[in-house]
């Protein structure tokens, strides 16, 4: 099976050397966005079965707006995606409840928390 991992994108607004406004977006979503779908075409032009996320997808256990918005923009490959709850994601150390359960209402897509 060919799988392809990758890890930590820590999706969000701003960070702590880039906080300038893109297009539409905070320059950093919209490079997340192209990064990201780079991954996903990556994955899905050479025959990857499963897409993994190793944790970190989301830098923090709270959403906003823009960061919700902005994941429209992703181009998910049509292949089983594996998230791992990431210590970025969640404020509890049971990992009981965190922003990668999001995936869970994704098709395709299963959060691993344990």
């Not at 919700?68 to 994601?89: D, I, M, Y």
């Amino acid at each position: 099976m060919k799988v392809l991992y990758y890890t930590d994108p820590h999706w969000s607004q701003y960070s702590s050397i880039l906080r300038s406004r893109g297009e539409q977006y905070s320059t950093r979503l919209e490079n997340l966005i192209t990064s990201i779908n780079w991954v996903e075409q990556l994955a899905w032009s050479t025959g990857c079965q499963v897409i993994i996320c190793g944790g970190d997808f989301f830098d923090s256990a709270v959403l906003n707006s823009e960061e919700l918005s902005a994941l429209k923009h992703v181009q998910w490959a049509p292949v089983s995606h594996l998230f791992l709850t990431g210590n970025h994601e969640t404020n509890v150390g049971s990992l009981e409840f965190s922003t990668a359960d999001l995936f869970n209402l994704c098709p395709n897509a299963s959060v691993i928390s344990k």
